[in-house]
């Protein structure tokens, strides 16, 4: 590539500059010729068309058009797509790899708000500090000592389900602590799982020995309904289902009919359908804790991603390959 190639941006413009702040901006200018005023949203339209047949590096996030054989048509110099953002599974298609084109995506640096946020909510919970906050704000009094034996983090088993980054990281962040770690990945195996201070176990297994369960799989057609009325029976009575992934992997009507019975409890920042109805059930239940689907990069955590991509256009243009490249492979199973 040239010293300064041409790039694109291509992502719904409200995320621009959380992305892209003026510090970060400015470093992608030294490097790139690129209009920080043109985000693309339709590719078709006069301006974005002129600049997309120019571009060399497309830069996205959320709000990209999907890149399809009739867009990589009109972009002939295109070279590299750097996502601003998590996954690119929704972006890509097979025409961008019969391309060639170079694939980045900061699915790393997002995934690391999301593990921090799980080990926040794995440790609350191993505490029941959402229903016994709702108590001492309803009774105003400390509950007697017989209602807290159960309580602690010391010993508990936690089951994660998914050796993906965001899997990995919260692994990592929980080997300080006095927990037993249980982890189902098909894709794993036992040397990476010990690596990680985790056991691997069946998906069965791993239900039925967990105290607390969170769900860290890729969002696909062999994972949907993965945790079906069927395998929740499996989790032992009071145990908590933890999920930052998508509510698609979850049988809805199946987790409803536990968390009404009051046998489990929920940690849920997503949910199915997304979000949920104002008037669903779930927001008064005392054994829910529902959060907006801000386990993600939000707020000063999006800079960031920014930052990520940035770095990878410095590579690129050194002639160096981007250090978090997305391959073909990779979206059979990573989240």
């Known amino acids: 590539m040239p010293d300064r190639p041409a790039a694109l941006f291509a992502m719904h413009p409200q995320h621009l500059a959380e992305l892209f702040p003026p510090a970060t901006m400015t470093r992608l200018r030294h490097l790139v010729d690129i209009d920080t005023t043109l985000v693309a949203q339709d590719f078709a339209s006069p301006g974005v068309a002129n600049a997309l047949a120019e ?4 830069i996205t996030g959320w709000g990209c058009p999907r890149l399809d054989e009739e867009v990589l048509e009109a972009a002939p110099g295109l070279r590299a797509v750097l996502h601003a953002a998590g996954s690119v599974r929704a972006l890509v298609t097979d025409a961008c790899w019969e391309r060639g084109l170079v694939v980045s995506s900061a699915a790393q640096a997002n995934a690391l708000p ?8 794995i440790l609350l919970a191993g505490k029941d500090v959402f229903a016994l906050s709702r108590r001492y704000r309803r009774e105003s009094a400390y509950p007697p000592a017989r209602d807290l034996r159960c309580l602690g983090n010391n010993g508990r088993t936690v089951g994660i389900i998914g050796a993906s980054r965001i899997g990995r990281r919260v692994l990592e962040l929980l080997r300080p602590f006095d927990l037993r770690l249980l982890l189902f990945d098909p894709y794993a195996d036992e040397t990476q799982a010990a690596a990680l201070g985790a056991r691997l176990v069946s998906l069965e297994e791993l239900l039925s020995a967990s105290d607390i369960v969170s769900v860290h799989a890729p969002d696909i057609p062999a994972t949907r309904g993965m945790l079906s009325g069927e395998r929740l029976a499996l989790i032992r009575d009071g145990g908590v289902v ?3 992934s998508r509510g698609s992997l979850i049988d809805p009507h199946a987790l409803a009919r536990e968390l009404f019975s009051g046998r489990l409890t929920a940690v849920l920042d997503v949910t199915e359908p997304e979000p949920l109805p104002a008037g669903s059930e779930l927001h008064d239940l005392p054994n829910v804790f529902l959060t907006p689907h801000i386990a993600g990069s939000v707020g ?19 002639g160096r390959p981007p250090r978090h490249q997305v391959l073909p492979a990779d979206l059979a199973r990573v989240a």
Request: proline residues 0%.
């Open 55 to 58: 571009a060399e590096i497309l």
């Open 114 to 121: 999301v593990a921090e946020y799980t080990l926040a909510m």
């Open 242 to 244: 933890i999920n930052t």
């Open 300 to 318: 000063n955590e999006l800079e960031r991603l920014g930052s990520t991509v940035v770095d990878e256009v410095e590579r690129l243009v050194a």
